[in-house]
């Protein structure tokens, strides 16, 4: 049984529409995590030119994913999809540590736009199945997660091709958006 059946078993009538902006570097994972979320095969994932959407029901919302592409060039155009964002997910590459500073200017950027403020955070410590993958405690610290005050935040080990973690964040986001909408 997939993610996604799991999470349509736990729905009540949906009445209220998330939008969950999945953003991240390149190879991050994220194309991964949201296929994983809709149950998709993720043997075959090809870098994101532009985005993909994706909608998951859980405990009486829509979850409207939109997984926009990491790569240098069009991170400029994320800012296009801040409009009305409920929940930002990033996703990091544990086990890639030569950019962990890299992911790090960049989550802090997207955390300092005013129409993210106050947004809540989810953290995909991804690829967590590597060998050389740091742990989340480590990116949390490396990535300045314990300093953040203006929002509610979570970091959250996970291999996305396994779909270990990935069930535990999107019951923390369930959790952290119904304080949020009316």
């Given at each position: 049984m997939g993610l996604l059946s799991i999470l349509r078993k736990l729905r009540s009538s949906p009445d209220k529409e998330l939008r969950l902006l999945l953003l991240g570097l390149d190879n991050a994972g994220k194309t991964t995590l949201l296929k994983?979320?809709?149950?998709?095969?993720v043997t075959h994932i090809t870098p994101t030119q532009?985005?993909?959407?994706k909608s998951v029901q859980s405990e009486?919302?829509?979850?409207?994913?939109?997984?926009?592409?990491?790569?240098?060039?069009?991170?400029?155009?994320?800012?296009?999809?801040?409009?009305n964002t409920d929940v930002l997910i990033y996703v990091i590459d544990s086990a890639d540590r030569k950019r962990m500073?890299?992911?790090?200017?960049?989550?802090?950027?997207?955390?300092?736009?005013?129409?993210?403020?106050?947004?809540?955070?989810?953290?995909?410590?991804?690829k967590q199945d590597l060998l050389n993958a740091a742990p989340a405690s480590e990116?949390?610290?490396?990535?300045?997660?314990l300093t953040l005050k203006d929002r509610v935040w979570q970091i959250q080990a996970c291999s996305a091709t396994s779909g270990e973690g990935v069930k535990d964040g999107m019951e923390w986001v369930c959790k952290n958006v119904k304080t949020k909408k009316k």
């Open positions: 994983k979320l809709a149950s998709e095969d532009g985005f993909n959407i009486g919302f829509k979850l409207n994913v939109w997984d926009i592409g990491g790569q240098r060039k069009i991170r400029p155009y994320w800012r296009n999809y801040f409009e500073e890299e992911t790090s200017v960049e989550l802090m950027d997207l955390l300092m736009e005013v129409k993210l403020s106050g947004v809540p955070l989810l953290v995909y410590a991804n990116i949390a610290t490396s990535l300045g997660l």
